[in-house]
């Protein structure tokens, strides 16, 4: 029988695949243009990326924070809300850890003291994906737009808190430095062969989050009916869902999500709040969340392959003066390109292929 | 005389599927002609080749003698080939005019155009008796009307040979009739008319010659005069036919349903229901004839919890329905699941499945909340076991509860939301449209499990449009029209004739 659409197996593996490669092309391109050797220099990124050891634990440790971002957009576009904001929820979920941190660093002891600010963190993302869900959900209003608006509200909000925060006698625009109960405990306590890395137990809460999110969306009813409302908001209406409330419960999932990515970030590597903190990697997010087609596996390897070129990035500007450091954040965007926007864009010729194959 | 059309050995595959086999057959110039076949017969398909939808793989394609190549719908038009869509094409906030005109504008200028165009549309509205006025907007007319402003594009377009895809689904009895009038007109005009419909009562009246297609392939090609239906059904489906479905004696028990004055306002402020009272017993089906868009469909969806009414009261089972105090329907309807409704919807694509789940998720859907095992999550080891035990029970094909279900047959996916609806043991059944782009074996098969369904002592509320099914099923009928009821009969007095008028707007009084 002709096929109308692709397996699964092409949809999931051939076509990231594809794409992914089509990306990395169009890098090599422009390394071949900044008069370097292309293969010399993919050697290298993925050389300092993932074949050493302090290299890899380097790229787990962003990739820890991409796996929550990308949680955040993955969680909401399965209910059919695309949650551009994960951005400006991390920043607040930073707001959110800081203030639990400048409260109780002093008195608590760390094994209460890191949850509270998880928890505050979780909190602060939340809330601010709030209003958006709600106004999806009574008024309308798109969350595209909203999200969006509220990164931008988020960085002038946070903009002005953090400049208040900043100890007298500080030239940093940051807050004080945390105590050292507020840090997150590194792996490298307990494997030292890790070196000198932030890789921290966020990676494990992270690995955790996405064992928890498998779960939650494919085996418990909340999932289920999560996914319904995503693929046909008539149907789920008939189903019983109430529409409304699942679009708020999943922007504040969405958004506790994004404001866990900060734990990372803050109590694991910087120790204070600065201005902005996030650097993109809310955005980020919104392509681990496509590449990685919301499913747990997809998510962590696309978060790992973001934290890679990161890590590999950094080194090869180092190595290769010609390469300036912006080259990883062009290949980030090619990648976006690739396997975001253009998503599909080999699928038609694959089907074509199959069919093809399948006759012959 | 040459024939208008002649397909010779027309042959189409969707790569294993044989859409079109072999297909020859001829339609002489100036008749109607019916070609009819149950979904998935190779009709559409074959329009469509006619239309320039599709190519065939081989096989010719004559028209007016001379073989011809058709690769796009422009190719059809330019050789006087007209089709009128059983979903209309039309723009609903344009005038028939600018409806007409759109695709022939006539260069960048329109007003000079528009007054030449104009003066045609008169012309031909008057020599076919269309009554259309061509400065009406299209989403003022009814669905009549609006059907003859489709038709008006085909003439205008120098249509020669119609094809109409079931263009009496939408229409009552008398609009049929006037459907028919012009096109015996067109007839007499010496113009060509395919007729496609699964309706036989229509082939029998107005048809001069009839193919039959089953799978792919004419089984069939009869003069109408010389056939009957009973012919045709059988060569339709391949086997005999059970006319009446057996029934266990009319005994209806206690009031399940009690509908009082029923209001639905919308927010333009025009009534979609007014009015509505009536009730329904145990062990009774209560058919709501009607055209569609008369309010059927909201009254269900209000009795489904998925819209709130604005005025009136419902009783299920000595209870009222808990409409008051809310501000929208929102979870309403998993309250009135609870509570012992089935609801089969009526655009079982939009409401009733999700196409990208499974069947076997489908079977759950709507009652996730009763399949949890102990850790809150769902037992899918129980949800597999019930799931395989309806598809036997309810003879879904493919057995397959893997499968996603939108690559099921519209029949088939009918038959797992009834059998999801029916399992949950429901008081009250609401079914909408149960037989829509189903086909005939399928029918029988979901015919059969209402009327089980009713023996049961289970209390049905049925709406449909096709009067056939009404009489199949019915104990007692309601017709509605513009949100209000108009009539109510016993079976026992089925009337086309005066069902057609009630339907029409034409009160009992």
């Known amino acids: ?360 | 005389m040459q024939p208008a059309v002649e397909f010779r050995n027309i042959s189409k595959a969707f790569a294993a599927v044989q859409a079109n086999a072999d297909v020859s057959f001829t339609i002489d110039r100036g008749a109607i002609h019916g070609v009819i076949g149950e979904n998935g017969a190779g009709k559409s398909t074959l329009m469509s080749i006619l239309y320039g939808y599709y190519k065939a793989d081989s096989g010719q394609l004559l028209i007016d003698g001379q073989e011809r190549s058709i690769r796009t719908s422009h190719d059809a038009i330019a050789l006087g080939i007209g089709m009128v869509h059983q979903h209309f094409m039309l723009v609903e906030n344009m005038t028939v005019l600018d409806n007409v005109m759109l695709g022939s504008e006539g260069g960048f200028k329109l007003a000079a155009h528009r007054a030449q165009v104009e003066a045609k549309l008169r012309e031909i509205c008057a020599r076919y008796r269309l009554d259309v006025d061509p400065l009406a907007t299209v989403h003022d007319l009814s669905v009549g009307a609006q059907q003859r402003v489709e038709i008006l594009k085909q003439i205008y377009r120098s249509a020669n040979i119609l094809i109409l895809d079931e263009p009496t689904a939408v229409l009552t009895a008398q609009e049929t009739a006037s459907l028919f009038e012009i096109l015996r007109l067109f007839k007499e005009q010496g113009k060509t008319i395919i007729l496609i419909t699964h309706k036989l009562g229509e082939i029998m009246e107005i048809t001069d010659q009839v193919t039959v297609m089953r799978g792919g392939r004419v089984v069939g090609a009869v003069d109408t005069v010389s056939t009957s239906k009973e012919q045709l059904a059988n060569m339709m489906v391949g086997r005999p036919i059970q006319s009446e479905l057996p029934r266990a004696p009319f005994k209806p028990g206690a009031p399940v349903l009690a509908v009082a004055g029923l209001n639905l306002t919308d927010a333009q402020g025009v009534k979609l229901l007014d009015d509505v009272s009536f009730t329904l017993r145990a062990g009774e089906i209560v058919a709501i004839a009607g055209v569609s868009g008369n309010g059927q469909s909201e009254l269900m969806e209000i009795l489904s919890g998925m819209r709130l009414p604005t005025g009136g009261r419902v009783d299920f089972l000595g209870q009222h329905l808990p409409y008051t105090g809310r501000t929208h329907a929102d979870g309403l309807p998993a309250t009135f699941r609870k509570l012992g409704i089935g609801h089969v919807p009526e655009d079982r694509l939009r409401d009733g499945v999700i196409k990208d789940f499974s069947v076997m998720q489908n079977t759950v859907f709507g009652y996730q909340d009763r399949v949890k095992n102990r850790w809150g999550l769902f037992d899918f080891d129980a949800i597999a076991k019930r799931c395989g035990h309806l598809l036997n029970a309810f003879d879904v094909r493919p057995n397959n509860p893997d499968l996603r279900i939108g690559l099921l047959s519209g029949g088939n996916q009918q038959k797992v939301v009834i059998a999801r609806e029916v399992s949950a043991q429901p008081k009250l059944m609401l079914v909408g449209q149960p037989t829509r782009g189903v086909d005939i074996g399928t029918i029988e098969a979901i015919h059969t499990q209402l009327l089980r369904l009713r023996d049961e002592g289970v209390a049905i509320l049925l709406v449909s449009v096709e009067l056939e099914e009404v009489r199949a099923l019915a104990d007692r009928i309601v017709v509605m029209s513009g949100g209000r009821i108009t009539g109510e009969l016993p079976i026992e007095e089925f009337d086309t004739t005066r069902i057609g008028l009630l339907m029409g707007g034409m009160h009992k009084s």
């Open chain 1, 1 to 360: 029988m002709k096929k109308t659409e692709l397996p699964r197996w092409a949809t999931a593996v051939v076509l990231p695949l594809l794409n992914l490669l089509s990306a990395l092309l169009v890098a090599a391109l422009a390394i071949h243009l900044l008069g370097e050797s292309p293969v010399e220099s993919l050697s290298i990124l993925i050389h300092s990326a993932l074949f050493n050891l302090e290299g890899l634990s380097y790229t787990l440790f962003y990739a820890s924070t991409f796996i929550f971002t990308g949680l955040a957009v993955s969680i909401a576009m399965k209910g059919g809300l695309f949650n551009i904001g994960a951005e400006g929820q991390m920043y607040l979920g930073g707001l959110g850890l800081t203030v639990a941190l400048l409260a109780f660093d002093n008195t608590l002891p760390a094994w209460l003291l890191i949850p509270v600010a998880m928890l505050g963190s979780a909190l602060f993302g939340a809330a601010w994906a709030f209003l958006p869900g709600f106004l999806q959900a009574r008024r309308g209003s798109h969350v595209v737009v909203t999200t969006i608006m509220f990164n931008f509200i988020a960085a002038d909000l946070m903009n002005t808190i953090i400049l208040k925060l900043v100890p007298a006698g500080q030239q940093n625009p940051a807050s004080r430095v945390f105590a050292a109960a507020a840090e997150m405990p590194r792996l490298n306590t307990w494997m030292p062969s890790l070196g000198d890395t932030p890789l921290n137990i966020s990676f494990l809460i992270a690995i955790a989050a996405l064992v928890i999110y498998g779960v939650m969306v494919w085996r418990s009813s909340w999932g289920y009916q999560l996914r319904a409302t995503g693929l046909n908001q008539h149907a789920a209406h008939y189903a019983g869902v109430s529409i409304s409330r699942m679009v708020i419960v999943t922007m504040l999932v969405s958004g506790a999500l994004a404001g866990l990515a900060a734990v990372n970030s803050v109590m694991g590597s910087t120790h204070y709040l600065s201005l902005n903190f996030p650097a993109g990697a809310g955005f980020v997010g919104i392509a681990i969340a496509l590449m990685g087609r919301q499913h747990p596996v997809g998510i962590f390897l696309s978060s790992v392959l973001f934290g890679a070129l990161i890590q590999g990035g950094f080194d090869l500007s180092l190595e290769k003066p010609n390469i300036p450091p912006e080259t990883f954040i062009f290949i980030q965007g090619l990648i976006i390109l690739f396997c975001g926007a253009m998503e599909n864009f080999y699928g038609p010729a694959l089907l074509k292929l199959l069919n093809l194959g399948r006759k012959g």
